[in-house]
């Protein structure tokens, strides 16, 4: 059973922290690096090669039948949000390893290698930027970021000095296309719908694309007492309107819509004056990106008529987008059918969490598998897998491997072994 | 026209400030005492009595044909908030000397006192506790309040030493009952519905009465992007249905009740995370108790039903009550005739912010006018009269003095005279 091993690595990863009171490993942090150290060796004793690269990221490498083949790349991340759950990232990347290590003890070799890479920062906690070891990998790392400042004053370009790396050099973590048959992730489901199910996994069919928007409303601000109700303009009443009618036409919708209010301030702000301003955010995903596009426009269309009809001015502002990454159809197909060779109900979800493939799309064919987490609960020390499932991820995982079929994307390249050392 | 100097006197006092970027004149503050000074000078100026009351109140007091008479009792405060108005409080002291300058530039002198009060603090702005000059001399002060810090540190007790009162002796600020006939206030209306029916003035019916409540909603927090919309216990969302269903249950209600959610706070507040705990602040104010009370159960109950459907907790608490204070029915009528025989349409309409009239009825009927202030706008710098509008506020209390009828309250008390000396 595969799952006894890879929740006493969860656990022992898990106590590689800033503090011992909340899990928290941040990206170029010592801890950071004591976890990277920990992962090789975990590398090494699965029979791969390992190596830490230009931006942090720790990469395994496991031959082929034959030295120098394209690789099947799987992959999570290790680092950690602040007070975080011990199995956003890490699940993936031990897994992986498990199931190499498997492969290692009875000595079977596949027609492609298999690359592990545990991506060194995904959150984006320290320098408010996401996906740094993905992008890096990808060859669409933005080097501006290197300039920019945690919140100690510290440059990102030097934290990476401090911690032993080249900044100068985060080019050479890049890799080709024709290096990867495809990138495969497994990550904890970070949502509730694989419990619903009463399934342990899920096979992810695109990690969804995101709009956020920010939306002001002016009114008049006035007494509480003095004001009768028919001549207000409460700019909270209004973005009270707006709120229901979001959930509304999310809830209306059956193609995997989501759309959350999760700030708002109300202006003065005192229990007798009606509101004068609201300020609040929009955040809206769909598994399509015509679908996402179309909600957006209609849901603002909603806020407008909301704010004609009650005489508030409105402002209201795309911040961010995101574009939808789907999964690729035969990589789907072959995680399907491994889902359903180890015995359990096939069921295809959208993420709408962010993940390293949204990075990786731009080399690679991308598919996810999703485990299951109580309650849905993730970015929280209550994230927890249930051993049952962290090993039914692994057979799904280890058998997708062994069957793997690569696409016609990838052709042999010399320079996936020299890198992967 | 009266309205002339009324104006001129707005403007001085409104000079008289903590700083001269905006007009903030606090109880018990130097700027306080200057206040007080330059009243009582207009007061003498008048041909009344004047004097500081053991708690800041300037009195005064113009005889009646002969002396010791009960009196008929003006007034309105002199202490303003933070980056307030000319306005609030100050027109009806001012406006009530000017009356009395007029009677006593005609050697009239009627069949009772006129006493003017311009109470220390009504806003309640340095000791978080209102009506502290009208509850001394109502007889209702709470002693305890002595004991209350301002933002600096400092007690009332020793805020009221270094003003030059002797905190030992507001007991004797207290007048009993039959040394008043009635009290009654002209104020600013600090609402819209004088300026939106075109009147200048408006017969207060009562003081509304207040019931504030806190709510706190707990649902689940959860990732924008992982939950589902079927699965969400969204604590915005919930609030959000509150907030229209109070809107709309006092919109429909024609007794002139109003509700207002002023504070609202989504936990943990974050653009891509669903709120799981959201607290607002309710306000609800109607002219009758028994119909406020009736509508704070019913919007209760509305607000139970909605945080049941949504399976959300529900915390609900009356933070906060002030019972209605009705103005009396022959003061009003007397109020109406002055009204009309100055030439404008009677308008009754309720008061919905509070007044000293709150502490006062409990030794006096009680009446008030308002007068129209442009847009409703109160508590800002951007409040306004117009000169004309001033002027006939003046008129008709000039009128209402010189015709008022005294009810049977009142008998003849010698320590009338005393007191306000």
Not at 262 to 278: D, E, K, Q, S
Not at 356 to 385: K, Q, T, W, Y
């Amino acid at each position: 059973m595969l799952g006894d091993e890879i929740v006493s690595r969860i656990n022992q990863l898990g106590t590689i922290s800033e503090t011992p009171e909340h899990l928290a490993r941040i990206f170029l942090s010592p801890e950071h690096r004591i976890a990277a150290d920990l992962i090789m060796s975990w590398m090494k004793d699965a029979g791969m090669a390992a190596h830490l690269d230009a931006i942090g990221n720790v990469c395994g490498r496991y031959e082929g039948d034959r030295p120098g083949l394209p690789c099947l790349m799987l992959g999570s991340h290790y680092d950690t949000v602040r007070d975080a759950g011990k199995w956003d990232g890490p699940l993936g990347i031990i897994t992986a390893i498990a199931c190499v290590a498997d492969l290692n003890r009875r000595g079977v070799r596949l027609p492609f290698a298999i690359e592990i890479v545990g991506f060194a920062d995904e959150e984006g906690v320290r320098f408010s930027s996401t996906l740094l070891g993905s992008r890096a990998i990808a060859g669409t790392f933005d080097e501006s970021v290197l300039n920019t400042r945690d919140s100690a004053g510290l440059t990102m370009r030097d934290a990476m000095v401090a911690f032993g790396l080249d900044p100068a050099k985060i080019g050479a973590a890049a890799r080709a296309r024709g290096e990867l048959h495809a990138y495969v992730e497994l990550h904890i489901e970070q949502g509730p719908v694989l419990e619903q199910q009463n399934l342990p996994v899920g096979v992810v069919t695109a990690i969804a694309g995101a709009t956020r928007l920010a939306a002001n409303l002016s009114g008049m601000a006035g007494h509480a007492g003095t004001v009768p109700m028919a001549l207000r303009r409460d700019a909270l009443a209004g973005a009270a309107e707006c709120i229901v009618a979001v959930e509304a036409f999310c809830k209306a919708d059956d193609a995997g819509l989501v759309g959350t209010v999760g700030i708002i301030n109300a202006m003065p702000g005192a229990t007798n004056v009606i509101p004068g301003r609201v300020s609040f955010t929009l955040d809206i995903r769909a598994p399509a990106d015509a679908h996402r596009k179309l909600a957006v426009a209609e849901i603002v269309g909603w806020i407008e008529a909301i704010a004609k009809r009650r005489e508030l001015s409105l402002q209201i502002d795309v911040t961010h987008e995101n574009r939808t990454v789907p999964c690729a159809p035969s990589l789907k197909a072959q995680m399907a059918e491994a889902v359903a060779a180890e015995g359990y109900g096939v069921f295809e979800l959208p993420s709408g969490a962010g993940h390293d493939g949204m990075a990786m799309i731009d080399i690679a064919d991308v598919a996810m598998l999703f485990v299951r987490c109580r309650g849905g609960i993730s970015h929280n020390p209550a994230e927890h897998v249930e051993i049952a499932d962290a090993d039914a991820g692994a057979r799904v995982l280890l058998r997708l491997i062994e069957n793997f079929r690569p696409g016609s994307q990838t052709r042999e390249a010399g320079g996936g072994q020299d890198r992967a050392r």
